[in-house]
């Protein structure tokens, strides 16, 4: 019967005895389980955050855009010619199926200012329903009515990051801004969104949609909008409203089937799968890199017990001379390898956990932990250890007591 402690502990003192060699050994298993560890915990991280920053713009939000103008045979980039207008909106809120609201509005790079103070912001023309469409909250003072956008009243609510810039420590609420040199009523802050990617969510000034294209944008074509915001009822239902909204588009803009439409529909429960899916396949890509680091410990192992057992070949022939078998002298090497591939396990997850942290904590980027991942990677550390120490141990156990004993 073999005693499996004994093996245990002749395999720990000669691994002790041997510990430079064994460290090194053990390095391209630490590099390949802390490289997954800190991967899988990276990717799920920025997954979560991309899913996070989706869900605050909206997933089952679709964008309309005005179509691309042309100056001199030069784009003038995506919205800047007027082909959306309120009766669109007003169309697509009657007519489209799976559509739960419907925000028109208008925007734009302005200079706000308060007292001395100035900011370099985007101003929105708005509806009411913007706020819930966007999934805005006004933290203090209070939303828009629809009095406000019918009278075209110089009231507006801004981000916290507007508040911050231009307020400080004052309470912005009831405060006069001015947008160029039309000055605006505080009416409320919103609550913070933080960012969405490179965009900070939170540097807004929204204001009625009429206030803004009567008295700040100013427009050639009354009625305009350059975006039209669609929330659909569910994610599952993003993909029926986009059709209709085209369809509706098409009529209400006279474009014959040959015709391309002059105006262009992004459907952001669509954007966000394929970003996720770029993040899963980079996160695949980098975990197979760190699986080729496992392998490439792997081999390491298996060479370093090869070397072994050539420097102990004449321990191996004494202790079958004093009645060692060959299935003790396989299992003390086999104990060997895969003690030296645990222990590089072990340190590899401690390793990849302070990797990952310490990426998160100078990127400022989350990063998530899962115990399964983890028990998967040791796991996996363990069972190269057995596969690379086979070759190894039989080779050891093959040796002839009397050649072993007798070699030099």
């Known amino acids: ?13 000669s691994l002790r005895v041997n510990k430079m060699r064994s460290a090194l050994t053990s390095l391209g298993i630490i590099i390949g389980v802390s490289a997954v560890i800190a991967m899988l915990a990276i990717g799920s991280g920025t997954n979560k955050q991309v899913q996070e920053n989706m869900e605050s713009m909206g997933s089952n939000l679709l964008t309309v855009r005005s179509s691309t103008a042309k100056s001199g045979g030069v784009s003038m980039g995506m919205g800047s010619k007027p082909t959306l207008s309120v009766k669109d909106a007003e169309a697509i809120s009657r007519n489209a199926r799976g559509v739960d609201a419907v925000a028109p509005l208008m925007s734009s790079s302005k200079q706000v200012m308060f ?3 100035n900011w370099q912001t985007t101003i929105y023309g708005i509806t009411t329903p913007y706020l819930y469409v966007k999934n805005y909250e006004v933290e203090s003072g209070k939303s828009f009515t629809r009095d406000d956008d019918r009278n075209s009243a110089k009231v507006a609510i801004i981000g916290s990051t507007v508040a911050n810039e231009l307020f400080g420590d004052i309470d912005p609420v009831d405060k006069t801004l001015r947008i160029g040199n039309v000055p605006f009523r505080v009416v409320g ?3 913070s969104k933080g960012q969405s990617g490179p965009f900070d969510q939170d540097d807004l000034v929204l204001i ?8 700040v944008f100013g427009t050639d074509f009354p009625g305009s909008v350059n975006q039209i915001l669609v929330k659909a009822d569910s994610v599952d239902d993003s993909s029926i409203a986009e059709k209709d909204v085209e369809e509706i588009l098409r009529a209400r803009h006279n474009l014959g089937k040959s015709q391309d439409n002059d105006f262009e529909i992004r459907n952001n429960a669509e954007f966000q799968e ?7 396949s980079i996160t695949v890509f980098l975990i197979f890199v760190a699986a080729i680091s496992l392998l490439v410990g792997g081999i390491g192992v298996m060479n370093i017990m090869l070397v072994s057992v050539t420097e102990r ?26 003690v030296l591939a645990l222990v590089g396990g072990l340190i590899g ?6 990797i990952a942290l310490i990426f998160s904590a100078v990127s400022s980027r989350p990063v998530v932990f899962t115990l399964m991942p983890i028990l ?3 796991s996996f550390s363990g069972l190269v250890g057995i596969v690379f120490g086979l070759y190894p141990a039989y080779k050891a156990s093959l040796l002839n007591p009397i050649d072993a004993l007798r070699y030099e």
């Not at 009625?208 to 008295?215: D, M, S, V």
């Open 376 to 378: 998967i990677s040791f």
């Open 1 to 13: 019967m073999i005693d499996f402690k004994s093996t245990l502990k002749i395999a720990l003192n």
């Open 313 to 338: 070949t004449k321990e191996i022939g004494i202790r079958m001379a004093i009645g060692a078998r060959a299935q003790d002298i396989r299992l003390q090497f086999l104990v060997e390898a895969l």
């Open 189 to 191: 802050v919103l609550k």
């Open 274 to 280: 394929s970003l996720k899916a770029n993040v899963r």
């Open 349 to 354: 997850v401690i390793t990849g956990i302070a």
């Open 208 to 215: 009625p949609l009429t206030t803004a294209q009567r008295k």
């Open 115 to 117: 007292g001395n103070q």
